[in-house]
């Protein structure tokens, strides 16, 4: 095993930033007030969606648009294991539950759908999104005769710390996979899916335990922050409004990088909500045009941005060197 790479500067610089953001953010609830920790609980939110979508359709190129499917059902795991009347189980308990409901609907699904492409892949996830969506509200206006679910309370403290955890979580998953096989097999798939599997690679296998790894995030996500919400109903649970942030998000941060989604997502996210008490009626527009000219301008997001201004910095440094040489000969 080479041991170099881990004692190089860059390794050094970045597990050193690394470490110092993780140190920021588990001290954050100690000098924050409240409402400044609930900020960070919903950046943190979108975070974990954005990089756990990253994990699947960052690679494969497949478009799916069934965050809010995922994130849902992690909800309702949560509101029927977590009600006001009492608590059925513990609350990590409930969130892993959330996590492999979420797991094993994307297992099944993705064993049915994974073999459509294009549009009509990203076309049945936004419509699986909205069955879900509307099995709910059938479910819960004809079968129990009331609408929304009430849950036992948490703290915004609590939930920034469960929601930090899955976060790690999230990260130190896609990064692993990103350097497996695994990884490269759907980066492989993501170039060209035919050649992969001409190959021997089992492309269909592969997507669909990638698309459940991500949605089991997601589905964590929704089951830890419902008991936060007290209060959830179809309408919040199953918010297509998820489907579409994490793709934002993603595309502006760019997708080349780790930490490309995480800064997409941070900035976003709380642009998402300045604008949205600002100007209510008007972010959604606001929105829209922002991912026109992202794709138009910055196709390859702000990650994209750094190769170029690495190489024009260092034709920079190249024509100063080249100058000062000059004026040595010049001297001499």
Known sequence: MDISKFT?????????????????????????????????????????????????????????????????????????????????????????????????????????????????????????????????????????????????????????????????????????????RLGLAMQSIGESEDAAAHMGVNTTMVKVITFAISASFMGATGAALAPKWEYIDPTVAFNTFYSFMPVLMAVFGGMRELYGPVIGAAIFAYTERTLRLRFPYYYMLAFGIALILIIIYLPGGLTGLVPKLQGKLRGVIAKLRKGGQSEQHANT
């Open 8 to 180: 190089s500067k860059k390794f050094l610089l970045a597990a050193g930033l690394v470490l110092a953001i993780l140190i920021f953010l588990v001290t954050l609830p100690a000098y924050s007030s409240n409402s400044n920790v609930g900020i960070w609980v919903t950046i943190l939110m979108y975070i974990i969606l954005t990089v756990s979508w990253v994990m699947f359709s960052g690679s494969t190129g497949y478009m799916s648009l069934a965050v809010a499917a995922f994130f849902g059902l992690g909800m309702y795991t949560a509101a029927f294991l977590y009600p006001k009347s009492g608590p059925l189980l513990p609350l990590p308990a409930v969130i892993i539950i959330g996590g492999l409901v979420s797991f094993v609907f994307a297992l099944v699904t993705g064993l049915v759908t994974l073999r459509l492409k294009g549009m009509y892949f990203a076309i049945f996830t936004f419509g699986f999104s909205v069955l879900l969506y509307h099995l709910m509200v059938f479910y819960e206006l004809q079968i129990i005769g009331k609408r929304g679910q009430y849950l036992t309370p948490i703290t915004n403290q609590t939930a920034f710390y469960i929601v930090l955890i899955i976060l790690v979580l999230t990260l130190l998953t896609a990064y692993l996979i990103r350097r497996s």
